[in-house]
């Protein structure tokens, strides 16, 4: 696609539900990265993933949070038994390869209830 | 891991007038990119330049990587330039992860 699409938009869960949130990035970009952004925050790296490998996990919060990518594409973050403090819009970036420029989708905001 | 600085933290503007954004950084880096985050909260990608000086209309970009920073120049400012800056940076010997300020609050009045 023209873009890094994620989906859904936004996403309302319950307190200790899983979710999966996806990412399809811009088409023939082989890096991939997770980013995390709180209400009024700063943007938290999460995840980096170079093809289908994830050399850089280093800001995963815990180990309730999980990330795959296959096929060098689409890549799905899984949050398990989600918290409130999870709340939080989770961005997905691009780029052609690893320190090249990235690009962002619209985001994903979820909010645990 | 490397430290990114923005300053001012928040900066108000009349319309028309100049202003110029600032990112340090603490260690050699192989990218440097500066985003707009605008109301919507979609990250608009401004400039990549992890060295030397970019122009795209009113905005303009500097980043001397031996002495650690970048600036962002915005002149003639517009309504629509409100929003947050973030410089973000990726150290040489941690490539992938970019690393975000906590960017500068920049709001335009008529």
């Known amino acids: 696609g023209a873009g890094v699409s994620q989906s859904p938009s936004n996403k309302v869960t319950e307190k200790g539900k899983d979710v999966e949130l996806r990412c399809d990035p811009i088409s023939g970009h082989t890096a991939l990265y997770w980013y995390r952004q709180s209400l009024g925050q700063g943007l938290e790296f999460l995840i980096y993933?170079?093809?289908?490998?994830?050399?850089?996990k280093s800001g995963l919060p815990s180990d309730r949070f999980s990330a795959e990518r296959t096929g060098g594409s689409v890549s799905t973050l899984t949050i398990q038994r989600t918290q409130q403090e999870d709340s939080a819009v989770y961005l997905c970036?691009?780029?052609?390869?690893?320190?090249?420029?990235?690009?962002f989708g619209q985001g994903t905001r979820l909010t645990v209830v | 891991g490397i430290q990114v600085e923005q300053s001012p933290p928040d900066l108000i503007l009349q319309e028309g007038a100049n202003s110029t954004l600032r990112c340090n950084f603490s260690?050699?880096?192989?990218?440097l990119q500066w985003f707009h985050q605008n109301p919507w909260g979609q990250l608009i990608n401004l400039f990549y330049i992890p060295s030397g000086t970019k122009q795209n209309g009113r905005l303009s970009a500097t980043t001397v990587a031996t002495e650690r920073y970048s600036l962002l120049y915005i002149s003639s400012s517009q309504t629509t330039d409100s929003g947050v800056y973030f410089c973000a940076v990726a150290a040489t010997d941690s490539w992938g992860k970019l690393q975000f300020g906590a960017g500068t609050q920049v709001v335009v009045t008529p």
């Open positions: 970036a691009s780029s052609d390869r690893g320190g090249t420029e990235a690009f």
């Open positions: 260690d050699s880096v192989n990218n």
């Open positions: 993933f170079q093809g289908n490998s994830a050399p850089d």
